[in-house]
């Protein structure tokens, strides 16, 4: 089997190089490699690898960024989608794709299911739904995975982000009415190589169990960090909760992406850990041969 992987650079991209390597040959394709917003260098791209499986880790994830930046970001998400669609159906090739709780309105306190409505509150949002909208309407052989707050040990992410000034700070303050699960790399690699084995088309939502919101997760990391030994000057009672008004960005978030994971587990017999066991793995990596957190 032949695997061609997009974004192979990125955090999920990295994880699913090394895991998707125990399916087949894997072709891999960062940003430097393959231009996106090119479409017809795409389409040769996929045509050329003559891969079973497209596997599209790659994105545009500037989120703010993205409401000045709006060609781009449809360039990227979902113009690269249809081409991806279009090629893939013709070659018979299976499509793999990551979304984004960003696709919802995040109205409400219950967990979302795939089939509810989509109303996202902002152009990145926007540019992830039609991505989604052209690989449904025209490549029936599809995986579909809506993510939410994704994380690795590898590149920029909140958790680094926390260590970071938790190092330089002595307090903390981090938005506290915003609910979801933080989805590591690793995670959401180990399980599409898992669908992979035995592929159904659909649109799958992917998260650990549980939830919880910005302030909690964050309180955690400084938590763990300390429990790893790093030098941090923040603990977490001095991690201190604010409404999402008293932290001002230019594009909306969504303040429920609390995602529904029945669909995913009863399809492929899947059992999710808690959002806590990949946050304190990725804090151990960090803590690995170091007193201080750095990116």
């Not at 938590?223 to 409404?243: E, N």
Request: glycine share 8%.
């Amino acid at each position: 089997m032949k695997l061609l992987l997009l974004g192979a650079g990125g955090q999920v991209g990295g994880r699913l190089a090394q895991s998707l390597q125990a399916l087949g040959e894997v072709i891999p394709l960062d940003h430097g490699a393959i231009d996106l917003t090119d479409a017809a260098a795409l389409a040769s791209a996929v045509q050329s690898s003559r891969a079973d499986i497209v596997v599209n880790a790659a994105a545009y994830t500037a989120v703010d960024r993205a409401e000045d930046e709006p060609e781009t970001a449809f360039a990227i998400n979902a113009i690269a989608c249809d081409v991806l669609a279009r090629e893939t159906k013709k070659s018979g090739a299976w499509l793999v794709h990551y979304s984004s709780d960003y696709v919802y309105d995040g109205s409400g306190e219950q967990p979302l299911l795939e089939t509810g409505d989509t109303r996202p509150l902002s152009v990145y949002g926007r540019s992830k739904l039609a991505g989604d909208q052209a690989i449904l309407s025209q490549n029936p052989r599809h995986i579909i995975l809506r993510t939410s707050w994704v994380y690795d040990s590898l590149g920029q992410n909140f958790i680094k982000s926390i260590l970071n000034a938790a190092a330089t700070r002595d307090s903390l303050t981090v938005v506290a009415d915003q609910w979801g699960a933080p989805t590591g790399a690793p995670l959401i690699a180990q399980v599409t190589a898992q669908l992979l084995r035995a592929p159904r088309a659909g649109l799958y939502h992917l998260a650990p169990a549980g939830f919880t919101n910005w302030h909690a997760y964050a309180q955690e990391v400084v938590a763990q960090g300390i429990a790893h030994g790093m030098a941090l000057r923040t603990t977490p009672d001095k991690v201190l909760p604010i409404p999402s008004s008293a932290w001002p960005v230019k594009a909306r978030r969504p303040a429920n992406s609390r995602l529904d994971t029945t669909k995913l587990q009863t399809t492929f017999g899947i059992t999710l850990p808690p959002w806590q066991d990949g946050v304190r793995a990725c804090v151990a990596d960090l803590a690995d041969g170091s007193s201080r957190p750095s990116v």
